[in-house]
């Protein structure tokens, strides 16, 4: 069996979480440099919408990814979504066990694990009725990070979180196949947002990550290392994985991060 394409973007319908700004909104601006249709911009608080995002010629919705009201809001209005990009994404910049907030990681995973299952689950009937209604297939996009598939202690409850995510993503593609859903995890190095804001050296534009992730999407890829720090941090793996994990566990004792050899 050949494996099934994913979405076009010309003339796609996309629904975009974490849409104000950093790698959402650069989804959001290649998703209509690309000649989507419509792009409904998700956003946790339309009172703060950035001007990028406002100039941007998006949709501006409420989705707040933590609340079924707002999940359920988005997917009742977003009648003609195509495409859903699960980027909203929560790092508390805490450890795991020795956390100074016991809590932290419960948020994370309910924002990078909880609420990507909540979204796909809602809006996964409407992508595939409008699949069927048009022939083509719909798409699902998972935006993850090379913590989702190494233990990276400096990160917390974080590399759980997308880890788990990952897993979601095979699940869906199971699941969701028979419905002409595609569904791709990328893998995400270093990127210049406010999230890596404490972390030296070379960062991605987040442009070139939606842009990335949006090939990949077309082509129907199961999983899309989207930089070259996600490739080199697989290969490095692969190559040896006791010394790359003793590796990542050695920053969670370093002050300074950055992203030099």
């Known amino acids: 069996m050949s494996q099934l394409k994913g979405a076009r973007i010309e003339g ?7 849409a104000n700004r950093g790698i959402g909104l650069g989804f959001v601006r290649e998703a209509l440099a690309g000649g989507a249709a419509k792009v409904y911009a998700g956003v946790r608080d339309t009172s703060s919408v950035t001007d990028e995002l ?16 707002d999940i359920a809001a ?16 929560l790092h508390e ?36 009725a409008n699949a069927k209604k048009s022939g083509a297939s719909g798409s699902i996009v998972n935006v993850l990070s090379v913590a989702a598939i190494a233990p990276t202690a400096f990160m917390g409850g974080y590399s759980p979180s997308k880890a788990a995510t990952l897993y ?14 595609t569904c791709t995890s990328l893998i995400v190095g270093s990127v210049d947002t406010r999230m890596a804001a404490h972390v030296d050296g070379k960062k ?3 442009r070139d990550i939606a842009k990335a992730g949006l090939r990949a999407m077309q082509r129907g890829e199961w999983t899309c290392d989207t930089d070259r720090m996600a490739f080199e941090s697989r290969a490095r793996m692969a190559l040896d994985p006791v010394r790359y994990e003793t590796g990542l566990g050695k920053l969670l ?3 300074d991060l950055s992203t030099k050899a």
């Open 12 to 18: 796609s319908v996309v629904v975009v979480t974490g």
């Open 54 to 69: 406002r100039d941007s010629g998006a949709e501006i919705i409420a989705l707040e990814v933590t609340s079924a009201e």
């Open 74 to 89: 988005a997917a009742a209005h977003c009648t003609d979504a195509t495409v859903l990009i699960n980027n909203a994404g």
């Open 93 to 128: 910049n805490d450890r795991l066990i020795k956390a100074n907030d016991p809590d932290a990681a419960r948020r994370e995973m309910e924002v990078n694990y909880f609420a990507p299952l909540a979204t796909t689950r809602a809006f996964a009937p409407v992508i595939a």
């Open 168 to 181: 979601l993503g095979g699940i869906t593609r199971a699941e969701l196949g028979p419905d002409n859903i």
């Open 204 to 206: 991605e534009d987040p």
């Open 253 to 255: 004792f370093m002050s």
